[in-house]
Each structure stands twice: as C-alpha cells, then as structure tokens.
C-alpha cells in the first residue's frame, strides 16, 4: 500500500512538469520561425530621342509654288470675278535662333510670281499680271518619327500688277496690298519641305477698281544646311 501511495505521486509530480517543458517548446519553435520579407522595386525604362532638330532652323531655302487666285473687283459696272492659276519661286531665310526666348519659329520670304487669272463683265476685261512680295511667317514646330512640321502664319506686303481694257479702267495699274495668312510645312526627307497655304490680300483702291484677293498654294522647298 505505502508502495503504490509514492508512485501515484510520483505520476502527479511528472506531468505538469512534461506539460510546462512542452509548451515552453512551442513558445520557443514560434519566436523562431518568424520570417521578414523584402520587396524589390525595379526602375522605370527611360527613353531619349534621336530626333535631330537643328539641320532646318537656321539658314537660307529656295522652294517654287503653285495654286489657285480669286479676285474679287469692285467696279462702277459691277463685282468682277478674277480666278485663275498662279505661279512662281520664292527665297527664305529661317530666323529660329533669334526666337527661342518666345517660344517660336519663324522666317523672313520673299517670292515672285505670275497668274493666268482673267474676267470679263459689261465690255470690262481685267488680268491679273505679275506679283511680287514679301512676309515674316511665325510657327511651331513638332517633331513625330523623324518628320517634322510646322504650322505657321503669314504677315507680309504684296505688289500686284491688274491689266484692263475697256470702258474707263482701261490701262495697267499696280495695287499695293497687305497680306494675312495660314499655312504648314512638313520636312519629310532630308532638307526637301511640301507646304501649303492660304492667303487673303487687301489691296488699295485706286482708279474706281477695289480688288480683294484670295490664293490657295502648294509649294516645293529645299533647306540648305
């Protein structure tokens, strides 16, 4: 009897002591077991262009036009209709440089041409002969793969020679004229530039003959380096 008195307290003495020793175990694995993890942030691709911008914006063009004039006259027999064909060459010189603080691009012209423009109304024959002037052409320029273009306006003086027949406007007379307009460029293959534009001129009058003109034109240009 006092054999199995001590043993039963021995099995109660063990126990909690395992159970204690156990779960100081488990309490030591977990503390071991926690991990960090770190993340890795990887940089944005830059880009730069190689898109070169300075062989058209500064320096001397030759280019040749060509397109469609309408004339509107107003005369004591009436509105005369002066349309036709126009043509002629042109010589230019780029001012970028000298425009940067601004923001633009710009360039000083001047062109030379001749029409086939012609009506007649009442006995009253008017011909658009030749014409001659200049203008500064304010732009932008944006670049796209390479191609770059560039809108622009138009601010100038032009010199128009009208000659009449008939009645009491017969005789050649030139008209002096303030010209505003809009046009774009695109440089598309080495130096070589296609532009088009529109113009309207006011011109004075002089004679009884008031004329007002308009041109559509497409032009050639080459930009020397």
């Known amino acids: 009897m006092k054999k199995l008195l001590m043993a039963a307290v021995a099995i109660v003495a063990i126990v909690p002591a395992a159970h204690a020793q156990d779960k100081s175990g488990r309490t030591f694995n977990n503390q071991q077991s926690t991990t960090t993890t770190t993340r890795t ?5 830059t880009y730069t262009s190689t898109v070169d911008t300075s062989s058209t914006s500064w320096g001397p063009y030759i280019g040749a036009y060509g397109g469609y004039g309408w004339t509107s006259a107003d005369t004591a027999v009436g509105d005369l209709d002066v349309d036709g064909a126009d043509y002629g060459g042109l010589i230019g010189f780029k001012v970028d ?9 710009g360039a000083v012209e001047a062109y030379y041409g001749d029409s086939n423009a012609e009506d007649d109304l009442a006995g009253v024959t008017i011909e658009k002969g030749q014409e001659w002037g200049v203008n500064f ?27 009449t027949s008939g009645g009491a406007f017969a005789g050649d007379e030139t008209y002096d004229g303030f010209d505003l307009g809009i046009g774009t460029e695109i440089v598309s293959w080495n130096n070589v530039g296609l532009r088009a534009d529109y113009t309207h001129t006011w011109y004075e009058e002089k004679n009884g003959l008031d004329p007002d003109e308009n041109n559509v034109r497409v032009g050639l240009i080459y930009h020397f380096e």
């Open 137 to 163: 052409r304010p732009g932008l320029s944006f670049l796209n793969y390479g191609t770059q273009i560039n809108p622009y306006g138009i601010i100038g003086y032009r010199r128009t020679e009208f000659e």
């Open 97 to 105: 440089h000298l425009l940067q603080g601004l923001g633009i691009t």
């Open 41 to 45: 942030t990887t940089p944005a691709p």
